[in-house]
């Protein structure tokens, strides 16, 4: 057994590269062989990932934030045999938002989290699959893909340098409130269509975005369908009543907002929309996207 961990060591603003030695101590206590590999740049995740596939690892363990596990799911699937499982994944959620390991529901202390990967509890869960403007190849994502809204508030937290966690996201937020617009957007799912403006559409495999943001409190990760929150054009007054919401998913409950479960979506935006995936952007702007679930 041997399992390769790769650490952003510039997670949570250069914090995760001082959890190195305790990761170390914890596999040594358990006696599993292992690596730490770091990554230098964006994108080495998914081939560190990719290249422990072909080397023949036992598993392969993400040490860092939401970004460095979406890279690390975009590695391990584009490795995997069509139609099969990946090699087992594991989190050691060392970053700023944690959503994904917040999904799963991942032990906080380190010695715990090593237990519980070298335990090999094992679930199998959905993986949501994104493709831009008829691009022959897509994004994979774990936890949550997000048009509109969302990426604005993401692109706007990355500003604010100085903070982290719920912190930066809510800078973020109040940030993006002054460049909030609403997009014009066809969207068709199974058994629905929405044709008119939009200030946010979240497509959603776990339940909670951005740290703090309750985008889909009943989302399973192995239900295999995305809980989507798609919402209508709301006026800056209704957005401020509808924000408190966003911390405990009730902003749902609103008129203008809409909550359905598909397996797929299909979504034209004729101005062009950023796209975020995991926390991470992938796009500034795109007019026609696609999404599956695998």
Same mark, same amino acid.
């Given at each position: 057994?041997?399992?390769?961990?790769?650490?952003?060591?510039?997670?949570?603003?250069?914090? %995760?590269?001082?959890?190195?030695?305790?990761?170390?101590?914890?596999? $040594?206590?358990?006696?599993?062989?292992? !690596?730490? =590999?770091?990554?230098?740049? &964006?994108?080495?995740?998914?081939?560190?990932?990719?290249?422990?596939?072909?080397?023949?690892?036992?598993?392969?363990?993400?040490?860092?934030?939401?970004?460095?596990?979406?890279?690390?799911?975009?590695?391990?699937?584009?490795?995997? !045999?069509?139609?099969?499982?990946?090699?087992?994944?594991? =989190?050691?959620?060392? @970053?700023?938002?944690?959503?994904?390991?917040?999904?799963?529901?991942?032990?906080?202390?380190?010695?715990?989290?090593?237990?519980?990967?070298?335990?090999?509890?094992?679930?199998?869960?959905?993986?949501?699959?994104?493709?831009?403007?008829? %691009?022959?190849? @897509?994004?994979?994502?774990?936890?949550?893909?997000?048009?509109?809204?969302?990426?604005?508030?993401?692109?706007?937290?990355?500003?604010?340098?100085?903070?982290?966690?719920?912190?930066?996201?809510?800078?973020?937020?109040?940030?993006?409130?002054?460049?909030?617009?609403?997009?014009?957007?066809?969207?068709?799912? !199974?058994?629905?269509?929405?044709?008119?403006?939009?200030?946010?559409?979240?497509?959603?495999?776990?339940?909670? %975005?951005?740290?703090?943001?309750?985008?889909? &409190?009943?989302?399973?990760?192995?239900?295999?369908?995305?809980?989507?929150?798609?919402?209508?054009?709301?006026?800056?007054?209704?957005?401020?009543?509808?924000?408190?919401?966003?911390?405990?998913?009730?902003?749902? $409950?609103?008129?203008?907002?809409?909550?359905? $479960?598909?397996?797929?979506?299909?979504?034209?935006?004729?101005?062009?929309?950023?796209?975020?995936?995991? @926390?991470?952007?992938?796009?500034?702007?795109?007019?026609?996207?696609?999404?599956?679930?695998?």
């Amino acid at each position: 057994m041997t399992h390769r961990i790769i650490l952003n060591p510039y997670a949570n603003q250069g914090r %995760a590269q001082k959890q190195i030695e305790s990761i170390r101590a914890a596999y $040594r206590a358990v006696n599993i062989e292992h !690596e730490i =590999v770091l990554t230098t740049q &964006p994108k080495d995740a998914i081939t560190l990932a990719q290249q422990a596939v072909a080397q023949g690892y036992t598993a392969v363990v993400a040490a860092g934030g939401d970004g460095t596990v979406n890279e690390v799911v975009n590695g391990l699937v584009r490795g995997a !045999e069509t139609g099969r499982p990946t090699l087992p994944l594991g =989190v050691i959620p060392v @970053g700023t938002g944690n959503d994904f390991a917040h999904m799963l529901k991942l032990p906080k202390k380190m010695k715990a989290i090593i237990d519980n990967i070298v335990a090999g509890a094992t679930r199998q869960i959905d993986v949501g699959y994104v493709v831009i403007d008829g %691009a022959t190849t @897509g994004h994979y994502f774990g936890n949550n893909c997000a048009l509109a809204m969302e990426p604005m508030v993401n692109m706007e937290s990355n500003r604010f340098t100085r903070l982290h966690g719920t912190p930066r996201y809510l800078a973020g937020l109040v940030s993006a409130l002054f460049k909030l617009k609403a997009w014009q957007m066809d969207v068709e799912w !199974e058994g629905g269509r929405f044709s008119g403006p939009s200030v946010l559409l979240s497509i959603c495999n776990g339940p909670r %975005a951005g740290s703090t943001f309750m985008m889909a &409190p009943d989302a399973k990760a192995d239900d295999g369908l995305f809980d989507v929150a798609l919402a209508e054009d709301l006026s800056m007054p209704q957005i401020l009543r509808v924000l408190p919401g966003l911390f405990n998913g009730a902003y749902l $409950r609103h008129p203008q907002v809409q909550q359905f $479960r598909t397996a797929w979506l299909k979504i034209r935006v004729p101005e062009g929309t950023p796209i975020h995936a995991d @926390g991470e952007m992938v796009t500034n702007s795109a007019e026609t996207i696609t999404y599956s679930i695998l």
